[in-house]
């Protein structure tokens, strides 16, 4: 069954620094893969996704990250935080069965970020 | 943003009644999901639809149960609503790859 692991519920980064948020997945067949962020009170929106293709994905708000088959990983990446992107991350895994698609998503990782 | 309503926002209940909520979309996307959100647990699936009248369940679905008659609606409901399903409950839709668009979530209390 494909699952989703977050590495770490909470991160602290000073603004200007490298952002890393750790996604490792599991599944049987070639997986579609999302982050998605939430701003407090908010519902959750798209940052970025991996289907098919190109293995580093550029997404909304200069993040990143890069599809490691052989690793399992899906990390995501911000060259420099800003205090704006303080907000809960989720990455997401979809799931293809007889019924359709649905969406498993990991705990979450809250980013912190401090000037 | 994706044309998706949930109602209502906040709701306060007593146990053991039953609570509707409502998710309403305007995009005709084939999918619609219903999610439960708490604190060091993420988003955890409880039903979805991938059709009128066709739904499965998901990993926390035992007192819940959702109907979908129309494309565009997709009801949750909670039979006899306990402290346990205290909650903020987020509905998404998608057309079929799995990037979701979401509601702003209906915070439910069960008092």
């Known amino acids: 069954a494909q699952s989703v692991t977050q590495l770490g519920s909470h991160v602290s980064v000073s603004e200007g620094a490298l952002v890393l948020l750790r996604c490792n997945y599991s599944?049987?067949?070639?997986?579609?893969l999302f982050w998605y962020v939430q701003y407090p009170n908010q519902g959750l929106q798209l940052l970025l996704k991996y289907t098919t293709g190109a293995t580093l994905v550029k997404g909304i708000n200069g993040f990143e990250a890069e599809f490691k088959k052989s690793e399992t990983s899906f990390h995501l990446t911000k060259p420099s935080a800003h205090m704006s992107d303080a907000a809960e991350y989720f990455c997401a895994v979809s799931v293809q069965n007889q019924a359709g698609t649905a969406l498993i998503f990991g705990k979450g990782t809250t980013l912190s970020v401090s000037s | 943003d994706a044309g998706i309503t949930q109602s209502p926002r906040h709701k306060v209940t007593e146990t053991g009644t039953p609570v509707t909520l409502r998710c309403h979309q305007t995009?005709?996307?084939?999918?619609m999901y219903w999610y439960r959100q708490d604190p060091g647990h993420g988003l955890r699936l409880i039903h979805y639809s991938y059709g009128v009248k066709d739904t499965d369940k998901g990993e926390v679905s035992d007192g819940y149960s959702v109907s979908r008659s129309k494309t565009e609606d997709f009801l949750l409901t909670l039979e006899s609503a306990t402290s346990s399903q205290t909650s903020v409950y987020f509905c998404a839709i998608s057309a079929g790859q799995g990037d979701a668009f979401f509601g702003q979530g209906t915070r439910l209390t069960v008092v």
């Open positions: 599944s049987s067949v070639p997986p579609y």
């Open positions: 995009e005709n996307h084939r999918y």
